[in-house]
T-cell receptor, first 114, second 113 residues
């Protein structure tokens, strides 16, 4: 039981390049989330999904897209990376927020855009 | 708009001392208040959580105190240990919002041996 796994762990991009961050969970969770963590700002929600085939915008969605084609996977895409997207990205999942609101987090992806 | 304000930004405590971290929220619709602990290079992990129908919850050395009228809650770490050195985040969520977590800005705790 691996929990929440993020790929890759580190990445350096040039401005304008694109990339996809992969999040996989093996806990059969319905809800999945992407957060970004910046110094002094805590974690901010980018996008989230309440089930397979659904996505919704969070607090800071601009410049990102997401997809959830399979229940266990949640992909975060950057179409044209900008230095302002340099951050640590965390994926999280939860089973049923109505009953158990614990969110399980992955270990993060440290992205640097130069 | 920062809906959850956390203080202090950093905290240094001697081993055996009490660590106290405070949070204040604005949205009265929040009904779940967790604290997450994060070690360097790791993702946040749930430490303890409370709902507004109780004023205090204790788990081992960790206690949450909740003041609904003041819209404040705090984490107390008793007998702080060097292994408690980490970043602590308070958070809040509400029903009907996919339980999105709104996080405070974090407190970096250092417990000196």
């Amino acid at each position: 039981n691996a929990g929440v796994t993020q790929t890759p762990k580190f990445r350096v991009l040039k401005t304008g390049q694109s990339m996809t961050l992969l999040c996989a969970q093996d806990m059969n969770h319905e809800y999945m989330y992407w957060y970004r963590q910046d110094p002094g700002m805590g974690l901010r929600l980018i996008h989230y999904s309440v089930g397979e085939g659904t996505t919704a915008k969070g607090e800071v969605p601009d410049g990102y897209n997401v997809s959830r084609l399979k229940k266990q996977n949640f992909l975060l895409g950057l179409e044209s990376a900008a230095p302002s997207q340099t951050s640590v990205y965390f994926c999280a999942s939860s089973y049923s927020p109505r009953l158990n609101t614990e969110a399980f987090f992955g270990q993060g992806t440290r992205l640097t855009v130069v | 708009q920062q809906q959850v304000k956390q203080s202090p930004q950093s905290l240094i405590v001697q081993k055996g001392g009490i660590s106290i971290i405070n949070c204040a929220y604005e949205n009265t619709a929040f009904d779940y208040f967790p604290w997450y602990q994060q070690f360097p290079g790791k993702g946040p992990a749930l430490l303890i959580a409370i709902r507004p129908d109780v004023s205090e919850k204790k788990e081992g050395r960790f206690t949450i105190s909740f003041n609904k009228s003041a819209k404040q809650f705090s984490l107390h770490i008793m007998d702080s240990q060097p292994g408690d050195s980490a970043t602590y985040f308070c958070a809040a969520s509400m029903s009907g919002s996919a339980r999105q977590l709104t996080f405070g800005s974090g407190t970096q705790l250092t417990v000196l041996p």
